[in-house]
């Protein structure tokens, strides 16, 4: 497994890249904390955003308070979307960001199945 995480300011830039992979047929939601998830299905990069915003101070001072963080699996690795799904679970919860908002998308945009996690 290969993580990479990138920090940035752009919470919108990361969820419309998500959004556009989505409209793409390329990903989906495999799950969401604190986020309200769309029952229909549809993803909405400005809808999310305002949900996401619920949690953030309007005072705040920290400079890049987004995550974007890719974990790829071996290209051998046949995992389920639960399994996936665990995998982000876990791995937010072990980056001690468990009950912070998060959105985990699938991806299969290139020769292996990866997750991205907002």
């Known amino acids: 497994m290969v993580a990479k995480i990138s920090h940035g300011s ?3 830039g ?3 890249y998500n959004q556009e992979k989505v409209d793409e ?3 989906k939601i495999l799950a969401t904390n604190l986020v309200i998830e769309p029952t229909d299905g549809a993803f909405n990069a400005s809808t999310c955003m ?3 915003e619920r949690f953030m101070p309007s ?3 920290t400079k890049k308070p987004v995550i974007h963080a890719s974990l790829n ?3 051998d690795d046949k995992l389920t979307d639960e399994q996936l799904t665990e995998i982000g679970q876990k791995y937010m919860e072990r980056l001690g960001y468990g009950s912070q908002p998060y ?3 699938k991806h299969e945009d290139i020769d292996r199945q ?3 996690i907002v």
């Open 114 to 116: 990866h997750i991205h």
């Open 10 to 12: 752009n919470l919108y």
């Open 50 to 52: 305002q949900d996401f």
């Open 14 to 16: 990361a969820l419309s």
């Open 25 to 27: 047929g390329l990903g």
């Open 59 to 61: 005072h705040i001072t």
């Open 73 to 75: 699996p071996h290209p």
């Open 103 to 105: 959105m985990i998308f």
